[in-house]
């Protein structure tokens, strides 16, 4: 059986913590690396992005992506981390998001697993096209100022009538009272869908264990 790294990511300058555990094959090169994270914080690659170790850059090549090595030649194994090490990737570089991949230890891989693999995690990522840390901490302290209490009362009113048999024709509104806890929910809640996010993993190329 071969081993898998296990990584602790902690998007920085944001508290409380936005993180996630994840197990991954040191076989895995940075270019896979990077879609695990796009995946882990639920953004979607509009944007240019690097790793960055010891005074070097590794990079997925598109226009206008800074100077650096080809990720996709570069696998975990290459680094040759230490326990503690890490390594920083940013992305959305006109901000940048920052986040913190620290190895944390080596585990042997289990049996009919598929890798990645992701073991835990808190909190939603912010949204990718915001102006950065300091935009989303504005955001997320506004919403736990302002509860949608509204959005919920128009939220069952709609049930209510649904249930009655009174189906409403224009469902804007209802479409604004979603969209309103769903925000509430993103910037608010410490809780993370783990299940969604292990599905979206498994839609990654991988390769099960034998």
Partial sequence: MSDVLEFRLVL???????WRRVHVRPTMTLAEVH???LVLMEWSDDFLHRFLLHGRTYRVWRP???????????????LQLCAGEVVRYEYNLLVPWTV????????????????????AGQRAAPPEDLRGVGEYL????????????????????AVQRRLAGEADTDNSA?????ERVSMYVQYTSTQLNIS???????ALPQEAQE
């Fill in 138 to 157: 504005e955001r997320r302290h506004w919403h736990e100022l302002h509860p949608p209490f509204h959005a919920l009362k128009d939220l069952a009113t």
């Fill in 12 to 18: 920085r300058d944001v508290s409380p913590l936005i």
């Fill in 64 to 78: 206008h992506a800074p100077e650096g090595q080809d990720a996709r030649s570069v696998t975990l194994a290459d």
């Fill in 35 to 37: 879609e695990v994270i």
């Fill in 174 to 178: 209802l479409d604004e009272a979603l």
């Fill in 196 to 202: 969604k996010l292990r599905q979206a993993l498994l």
């Fill in 100 to 119: 913190n991949l620290r190895l944390k230890t080596v585990l042997p891989e289990r049996r009919g697993r598929t890798y990645p693999y992701l073991v």
